[in-house]
């Protein structure tokens, strides 16, 4: 597997923006994201270009939802002091790695990607036919590739572009890894880093190419990262020549698959604005527990003394969700004995629920009263990510032979 093994500490995802976010995305999306950002370097972005493929007719909301989205980010404990945080159309450099990358990607591999079909087929209002919508997935790949991400947190929807960037970026290094030379500038390099360590490279080297050694592969990288001396290209180049490739300028990213969230919507269905059955993180503590209160439960039970089954009621899923064995216990026993009614059974998550979302309507509090302050985490993160995209883009510019010199 070519990947550069100093970058697999990069995460790198991404959300189209879809306005205020609620519970679904919070306990699918959103946890995850917090735990990552306390063991990587991570960078989350608003796919507003990706909104534009599906929504170009009326892109006026963009901008609106794209703000009230990063707000939730941070409300949910987002931290822009560990995780980079930017807008995708400030940072045009994934623009250019788009139209570069498209030069080298076969038609049928774009054709190929399930989504491509799926959703002209789901969203039949919307003209899909387009060349922007066809290379959605590819700019989606340009996106991961501009940060050399390792990992990139995605739902089982998105696996697909994850395998296609591997695809592209296994092209492009095929293509343009192999400058003229490169064994010898290779060997170059190796010496750079010292008689003994040169040595011990060569040792890892065999051991990995000759017996598939993953160990030795490991120790490898861990010796090239640890270079202080040497180029970032003589580092790509012994990245490349101990796998036995060329040089491997664009490494290959891995999903990291996010589990589906076991949150449910009001209703039992999958948690969705289209299904009308959501939380939002900001909804009032009031509207939240109406929601609560009226939910549906198991039909069954039409009188109090009607005994009931929590396999047919939603409110089971979510004591699934934020109860513990006791109380689970406690709602399981009292519905099928009819010990306890519904609404009773409902205020330990109504309580649950109530108390998830203080921290995060407090915090949500604060960034509303300081919209500066918003645009400033944006403009240090637009910041941030331009320099990496920079570097990247200079990169690939002069693999593609686009600078003179
Ligand atoms: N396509 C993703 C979605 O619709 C959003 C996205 C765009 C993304 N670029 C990305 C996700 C890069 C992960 C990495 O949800
Ligand atoms: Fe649902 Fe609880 Fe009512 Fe049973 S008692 S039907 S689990 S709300």
């Known amino acids: 597997m070519a990947s550069v093994s100093a970058q697999n500490a990069r995460v790198l995802s991404g959300m189209r923006p879809t306005g205020r976010l609620h519970l679904g995305h919070f306990h699918g999306v ?66 250019e790695l788009h139209l570069l990358l498209s030069m080298i990607t076969p038609l049928g591999w774009l054709e190929r990607v399930p989504s491509y079909k799926d959703q002209q087929e789901k969203l039949k209002e919307l003209d899909l036919s387009t060349y922007g919508f066809l290379g959605y997935p590819l700019l989606q790949s340009a996106d991961i590739l501009m940060y050399k991400a390792g990992q990139v947190p995605v739902g089982e929807d998105q696996v697909a572009h994850v395998e296609l960037t591997r695809e592209v970026a296994r092209r492009f290094n095929h293509i343009y890894g192999r400058e003229a030379g490169f064994e010898e500038k290779a060997e170059e390099a190796k010496k750079k880093m010292g008689k003994k360590n040169a040595k011990l490279f060569d040792s890892l080297k065999r051991r990995y190419q000759e017996q598939g050694d993953q160990e030795a592969l490991q120790v490898a990288r861990a010796l090239l990262d640890g270079q202080g001396n040497i180029t970032l290209s003589d580092r790509e180049r012994l990245f490349g020549y101990l796998e036995g490739g060329g040089r491997i300028i664009l490494p290959e990213p891995q999903a990291l698959l996010t589990k589906a969230s076991k949150m449910p919507g009001l209703d039992g269905q999958k948690m969705s604005k289209s299904y009308n059955n959501t939380i939002a993180l900001r909804d009032e503590p009031a509207v939240v527990e109406k929601a609560l209160r009226t939910m549906p439960t198991d039909p069954a039970r039409v009188r109090r003394t009607d005994p009931g089954n929590p396999d047919k009621c939603p409110v089971w899923q979510f004591h699934q969700v934020y109860s513990n064995d006791e109380v689970r216990e406690w709602a399981q026993q009292g519905c099928r004995s009819a010990g306890i009614g519904c609404i009773e059974c409902k205020q330990p998550i109504i309580d649950a629920v109530l108390a998830e979302l203080v921290p995060i309507q407090q915090r949500a509090k604060e960034y509303e009263a300081q919209p500066d302050l918003v645009r400033s985490i944006l403009n240090e993160g637009c910041d941030k990510a331009r320099d990496v995209a920079r570097e990247t883009i200079d990169e690939v510019r002069h693999a593609m032979s686009l600078v003179m010199v």
């Open 30 to 95: 959103l946890k995850n994201w917090l735990e990552l950002q306390h063991e990587y370097e991570c960078f989350f972005f608003v796919a507003d270009w990706h909104a534009l493929t599906t929504h170009y007719e009326d892109p006026t909301i963009i901008p609106d939802s794209s703000r009230e989205m990063v707000i939730d980010w941070l409300a949910a404990g987002i931290n822009p002091g560990s995780a980079t945080i930017f807008v995708q159309s400030r940072v045009p450099e994934h623009a």
